[in-house]
């Protein structure tokens, strides 16, 4: 346990730190995809503000404060971590690097990478110089993630990987892809998987976009055609890729349940359905009542996270209580966002214009309860793996 002097001096560094290095344009606590930098080779950085930003922050090993200094970390402890966070929040600072590295193959790696991977590939993600996206949905293997098709034939120092994926977030901007590759068909699904790490500019893989009813493109299809993998691109085992797999699902549920503890900048639902809705529905009993069931729950929700943080900081690992994090905070987001509607009427309705696209915002929430694992499938890990029910 860090004293408490220690971490008063910790805080004033970074307030000061803070202050002299987040643009003034970086305090907005705007968190949208268009506001924060994905980095990789393809970024083109929206202002210089935001360049400065990430290049500050990096420098500083402050884009991934908990990793190891060596591999572009800042080394910060959880209770430091904290600090820095509550400080970033002080002042409505956008986080300065968002990426699927950071916050999906980074922490496999440190689990599982070799330190030449780690050395290779960890600092160029906290420098946002490597975008990643992840290769592991196919049009056959959702839910049902153990039964991915995409196979790697052995021959000799690298994989001849071939193979569809789909619903890869952003991969026709990512740089590289973390995938889960057959490699041994004759054995129990989950026991012939690997986990590899593929170049995207490699001959053989290409992208289709798959274009939303909205006209958006988030989304793409993913084709690999006789690409070869090197052997040194594999992460853990050979065949033992559903470790890995798993462990990153943690990682990546983890992240996506923070959604539900509030919305960005901390901002209370009360104030942003009054300030939205206007004083008449914001006077409205049953939506007040609804707000505050939301903001409690919401409290509940970071407090338990919190709790698992500290239990996975004492070396207990979160495992599948992570379903449950996913779960609460997925369907929590759907309700908040739900009360907004409610209390905007027709005004919320607008799809991208002065007031603000709520509807997106409300859809988008429908999609974080089906990314990284569904809520029903949540449900069941939960009920076996947590409850010990007996199954049906
Ligand atoms: C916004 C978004 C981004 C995504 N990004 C990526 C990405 O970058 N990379 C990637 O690899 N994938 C990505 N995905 C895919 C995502 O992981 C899958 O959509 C998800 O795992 C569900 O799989 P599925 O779509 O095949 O649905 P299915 O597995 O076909 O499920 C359909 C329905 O059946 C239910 N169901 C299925 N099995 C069971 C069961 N055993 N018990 C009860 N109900 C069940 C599900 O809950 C769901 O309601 C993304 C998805 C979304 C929405």
């Known amino acids: 346990m860090q004293g408490e002097d220690s971490l008063k001096a910790f805080r004033a560094e970074m307030r000061s730190w803070l202050e002299e290095n987040c643009p003034?344009?970086?305090?907005?606590?705007?968190?949208?995809?268009?506001?924060?930098?994905?980095?990789?080779?393809?970024?083109?950085?929206?202002?210089?503000?935001?360049?400065?930003?990430?290049?500050?922050?990096?420098?500083?090993?402050?884009?991934?404060?908990?990793?190891?200094?060596?591999?572009?970390?800042?080394?910060l402890s959880r209770a430091e971590e904290k600090v820095f966070l509550e400080e970033m929040e002080r002042i409505n600072a956008r986080p300065p690097l968002k990426s699927f590295g950071i916050s999906m193959l980074g922490p496999a790696l440190l689990q599982f990478g070799t330190p030449e991977q780690n050395r290779h590939y960890l600092p160029q993600i906290a420098r946002g110089e490597i975008r990643w996206c992840q290769g592991y949905s196919e049009p056959g293997a959702g839910s049902d993630l153990a039964s991915v098709q995409t196979r790697g034939e052995d021959k000799g120092d690298h994989w001849l990987v071939n193979g569809q994926k789909i619903w890869t977030s952003y991969a026709d901007k990512a740089d590289w892809i973390f995938a889960l590759v057959r490699t041994d068909r004759d054995v129990p699904k989950h026991k012939g998987i690997s986990f590899l790490l593929i170049d995207m500019g490699d001959p053989g893989v290409t992208t289709r976009p798959i274009r939303l009813i909205s006209g958006a493109s988030p989304f793409c299809e993913t084709f690999f055609d006789n690409v070869k993998v090197p052997k040194g691109q594999i992460v853990g085992e050979e065949n033992r890729g559903w470790d890995v797999a798993k462990y990153l699902l943690t990682h990546e549920r983890e992240m996506i349940s923070s959604g539900?503890?509030?919305?960005?900048?901390?901002r209370a639902l009360g104030a942003v359905m009054a300030q939205m809705a206007g004083e008449p529905s914001a006077q409205d009993p049953t939506l007040r009542a609804a707000a505050i069931r939301c903001e409690v729950d919401a409290l509940a929700t970071g407090l338990t996270i919190e709790r698992y943080k500290d239990m996975a900081e004492a070396g207990k690992g979160v495992g599948n209580a992570s379903a449950m994090l996913k779960y609460m905070g997925t369907e929590l987001n759907k309700r908040r966002h739900e009360?907004?509607?409610?209390?905007?009427?027709s005004d919320a309705l607008e799809w991208d214009g002065p007031v603000g696209n709520r509807a997106a915002d409300w859809l988008r929430t429908k999609a974080n309860s089906i990314e990284g694992g569904t809520s029903e499938v949540m449900l069941t890990i939960l009920a076996r793996r947590v409850l010990g029910l007996p199954g049906s």
């Not at 539900?260 to 901390?266: A, P, Q």
């Not at 009360?339 to 009427?345: R, V």
């Open 260 to 266: 539900g503890t509030g919305l960005s900048g901390g």
């Open 339 to 345: 009360l907004i509607m409610s209390a905007c009427g």
């Open 24 to 75: 003034q344009q970086m305090r907005d606590g705007r968190i949208t995809d268009d506001a924060i930098c994905w980095g990789g080779k393809n970024w083109t950085f929206s202002s210089e503000s935001q360049r400065l930003w990430l290049e500050r922050a990096s420098a500083r090993g402050l884009t991934v404060p908990r990793w190891p200094t060596e591999y572009g970390g800042a080394g």
